[in-house]
Structures are given as C-alpha cells and as structure tokens.
C-alpha cells in the first residue's frame, strides 16, 4: 500500500464522508467494516460503488471511508460523492464522465423543519367547516 493518499468529502444532508483513496486491489473500508457490512441494502452498497464503475476504477484503487452523521441513505451518498471527488483528484480526466453522471454534484435537498401551531414541517390540523 503507498503512503501518498488523496483525500475527497462527500456531503449529503446531515451525513459528512471523509474518503481516502490510494492506488491498490480494490479493497473498501467503511469506518473499518466492509461494505456488505455496514450498508445492508442493496442500494446503498451500488450507490457507493457507483462512482469506481463510472470512472472504471473497480479493482484497481483502495477506498477508505470515515462516516458520519445523518442516516445510512444520507452516508451512502457522502460516500458517493466522497469517491467521485477523490478520483477526480487523482485522474482530472474523469471529470466530465463523473459530472454527466451527476456524481460531483451536491444534493441541495435537508428535512425542512417543523413550524409552530403544525404537527411536522406540512402537518396542520384539520380544517372544521362546520
């Protein structure tokens, strides 16, 4: 394993991915645990994988992830992001394949908070007409 590691942040609403990634054999570590292990569901293990299969770098670089805050959908794309943003560092020439693919880009959407007088952020009471 090389020493020189390249470092890429993934965001995504209250879950924050620190992604490191160096040249190696394809192994993935996500706060020490594989990603069969920590993401259970399907979807969650192809969203962090998507960004190696865009840039076609399965198999050939190590992904090491410290993940944070939010649920496990909101890590899962962190760390998408995360991995998309490090390769990017590495190989500048993926630029536009991660970018078409929508894998730079930051999800704007948060929970919209809860207002007074209502049960949530939309809930209100019932309207009585009578």
Same mark, same amino acid.
């Given at each position: 394993m090389e020493d020189k590691y390249i470092w890429g942040t993934g965001r995504r609403k209250n879950a924050v991915a620190r992604? /490191?990634?160096?040249?190696?054999?394809? #192994?993935?570590?996500?706060?020490? /645990?594989?990603?069969?292990d920590y993401f259970p569901r399907l979807i969650w293990q192809s969203q962090v994988m998507q960004s190696?299969?865009?840039?076609?770098? #399965?198999?050939r670089v190590d992904v090491f992830v410290n993940a944070s805050g939010g649920g496990l959908t909101? $890590?899962?794309?962190?760390?998408?992001m995360g991995i998309a943003r490090a390769l990017e560092k590495m190989n500048?020439?993926?630029?536009?394949?991660?970018?078409k693919d929508g894998?730079?880009?930051?999800?704007?959407?948060?929970? #919209? /908070?809860?207002?007074?007088? $209502?049960?949530?952020?939309?809930g209100k009471r019932q309207y009585s007409k009578r």
């Open positions: 992604v /490191r990634i160096c040249s190696g054999t394809g #192994e993935i570590k996500i706060n020490n /645990r594989t990603v069969e190696l299969k865009t840039a076609g770098m #399965e198999g909101g $890590q899962a794309g962190a760390v998408r500048p020439e993926l630029h536009s394949a991660l970018k894998l730079l880009t930051r999800d704007p959407r948060m929970v #919209e /908070r809860k207002k007074f007088g $209502q049960k949530g952020a939309r």
